[in-house]
């Protein structure tokens, strides 16, 4: 039977999906190493919907005065000029240039001669804001991050709904469940065969499980919470439970089925009795419950695998922040303040950040699902009468600690590649619910989002989209380049099911083959190199 879109839509999809994978294949780790591509994914989610607009701006002059208030709001800025945007490289930005591709720009809050300062009224804006240092990180010289990101523009999710845009994010199509597997699933699954010392491959810091739907046992989300969540769960540190069980020996790996594979499985005495029950258990009942309790015996296949390799030994000799604490500039400690001080909180508080690091650094995952907020876990869903403003802010602290996060991630030598960086090596997704109302609308949730992919394989310094400045209120997406999946370049208005296949395209994975989106879906031309 041909491999085509239409078919396999007309194969329908929900619950038929795991079935409709294992039928094509697609739940084979497969993915061929790819030279220069990323092997590791750190996804952030970014909780409640966003105004991106009021960081990037990839509209015109005139869509600015149309669409972003006029900059004001003292010390709490908001909203901006035309003359404030510039590009993060410094080089002229061109507000009316033709076409969907501009460097990456935005409205300019902080002072170039001081970016530290926060006293200082702003020029440009005939004083109407005071300068916030918060964002600087994306444009700092020193580090040229925007030189390593992409912000994809003006997608839409199809959905208004918080649940459903997350789904969307994560696997391209909006809906209360998922009906195809999260990327940061098919991307663990995708690396595997070539990474089989990842004991584990998909971890998930909060939020949305990145669900692995219909892939093998090792693409499903393991929940950890911080470092000390790894001792009760996936170590065998604790007496109470493991004295005199601890001795383990290397027993033949065998499939669900009884076969052989290649390898070994590191089995306690108690580990070796449980698999060897549940592969009796196979055909006594329904086909449906012989999958679930194949996914529970590779399940327990790989935490033994884990057990053994004491990751709580790994992750305590693998430090967080260690090379950017050495720039005065960016102590590991910061605060930011909205106002003088009328709100502040640590950086440390906007999401499990540290640990992400010492999981990436420790070479232990493949993928990191990070959620993540604004300082003292303030999120993105606000419909507030001050929202846009207090949106505006928090979104510029947010981003400076992804920012932060990425620096650090390009100053860290690669463990496998040390011609390369960790942030060589990994894609970086940053992504939210959905976008929002833009500014002179107020603050609802709105359909047309973006994301930003920065690091591991991405052509830097540019942003692809942009906004129909032809409508009235808040604007859906305008056409981009796209490659769609049967390889038709076409210039269209781009979905949630494009990014999600974008991400995957930059790890080297093939449609039809290493990954399957419900609804067709393109590929966004230009982002990935080469």
């Given at each position: 039977?041909?491999?085509?879109?239409?078919?396999?839509?007309?194969?329908?999809?929900?619950?038929?999906?795991?079935?409709?994978?294992?039928?094509?294949?697609?739940?084979?780790?497969?993915?061929?190493?790819?030279?220069?591509?990323?092997?590791?994914?750190?996804?952030?989610?970014?909780?409640?919907?966003?105004?991106?607009?009021?960081?990037?701006?990839?509209?015109?002059?005139?869509?600015?005065?149309?669409?972003?208030?006029?900059?004001?709001?003292?010390?709490?800025?908001?909203?901006?000029?035309?003359?404030?945007?510039?590009?993060?490289?410094?080089?002229?930005?061109?507000?009316?240039?033709?076409?969907?591709?501009?460097?990456?720009?935005?409205?300019?809050?902080?002072?170039?001669?001081?970016?530290?300062?926060?006293?200082?009224?702003?020029?440009?804006?005939?004083?109407?804001?005071?300068?916030?240092?918060?964002?600087?990180?994306?444009?700092?010289?020193?580090?040229?991050?925007?030189?390593?990101?992409?912000?994809?523009?003006?997608?839409?999710?199809?959905?208004?709904?918080?649940?459903?845009?997350?789904?969307?994010?994560?696997?391209?199509?909006?809906?209360?469940?998922?009906?195809?597997?999260?990327?940061?699933?098919?991307?663990?699954?995708?690396?595997?065969?070539?990474?089989?010392?990842?004991?584990?491959?998909?971890?998930?810091?909060?939020?949305t499980l990145p669900t692995a739907l219909g892939l093998p046992a090792l693409a499903n989300p393991t929940v950890l919470r911080s470092a000390s969540s790894v001792e009760p769960t996936l170590s065998d540190r604790r007496d109470s439970a493991w004295k005199g069980l601890r001795a383990r020996t290397d027993v033949p790996d065998l499939a669900f089925d009884g076969s052989p594979r290649e390898g070994t499985v590191p089995a306690t005495a108690v580990d070796a009795a449980l698999l060897k029950a549940l592969r009796a258990e196979r055909g006594v009942s329904t086909s449906g419950t012989d999958a679930l309790l194949e996914q529970l015996y590779e399940t327990y296949k790989g935490e033994s695998r884990t057990i053994r390799r004491d990751i709580l030994s790994v992750l305590g000799n693998t430090p967080a922040w260690e090379h950017l604490k050495q720039d005065a500039r960016y102590p590991v400690d910061w605060t930011a303040c909205i106002g003088y001080a009328d709100a502040c909180g640590p950086g440390a508080s906007m999401g499990s950040y540290d640990f992400a690091l010492r999981l990436l650094k420790s070479d232990l995952v493949t993928s990191v699902n990070l959620r993540a907020s604004s300082f003292n876990n303030f999120t993105f869903d606000t419909h507030s009468a001050n929202g846009v403003q207090m949106h505006t802010n928090h979104l510029r602290i947010a981003l400076e600690m992804v920012g932060q996060m990425c620096i650090e991630m390009s100053l860290t030598p690669s463990k496998t590649d040390p011609a390369r960086s960790l942030l060589d090596e990994t894609l970086v997704y940053v992504y939210s619910d959905f976008g929002r109302t833009f500014p002179k609308q107020g603050s609802d949730h709105h359909p047309a989002t973006c994301a930003l992919l920065v690091g591991g394989g991405i052509q830097g310094n540019q942003m692809l989209g942009g906004y129909d400045e032809t409508m009235n209120g808040s604007p859906m997406g305008a056409p981009v380049a796209l490659v769609e999946e049967d390889g038709q370049r076409t210039l269209r208005a781009p979905r949630s099911q494009d990014i999600a296949a974008t991400v995957m395209n930059a790890f080297g994975l093939a449609p039809g083959k290493d990954f399957f989106i419900p609804g067709g879906y393109g590929v966004y031309d230009g982002v990935v190199k080469g």
């Open positions: 039977m041909k491999l085509s879109r239409r078919k396999l839509f007309g194969l329908a999809l929900g619950a038929t999906q795991l079935g409709l994978m294992a039928r094509y294949g697609l739940s084979t780790a497969s993915a061929a190493p790819v030279p220069g591509r990323p092997t590791k994914l750190l996804a952030i989610w970014l909780d409640g919907g966003l105004h991106w607009e009021s960081f990037f701006a990839p509209l015109s002059r005139a869509g600015i005065n149309k669409f972003i208030p006029p900059a004001q709001g003292g010390v709490i800025p908001w909203g901006y000029l035309p003359d404030q945007v510039e590009n993060f490289d410094r080089s002229p930005a061109d507000l009316d240039a033709p076409g969907p591709v501009r460097k990456l720009r935005g409205p300019i809050y902080w002072n170039w001669a001081n970016p530290a300062d926060t006293r200082g009224a702003n020029p440009v804006v005939n004083n109407q804001q005071l300068f916030r240092p918060w964002g600087y990180a994306w444009a700092d010289p020193t580090y040229k991050l925007f030189e390593k990101a992409s912000l994809l523009v003006g997608a839409d999710q199809n959905t208004a709904a918080h649940a459903s845009g997350i789904v969307a994010s994560m696997c391209g199509v909006a809906g209360a469940s998922f009906r195809a597997p999260a990327v940061q699933a098919v991307i663990a699954n995708a690396m595997a065969s070539r990474f089989p010392d990842r004991p584990i491959p998909n971890v998930s810091l909060g939020g």
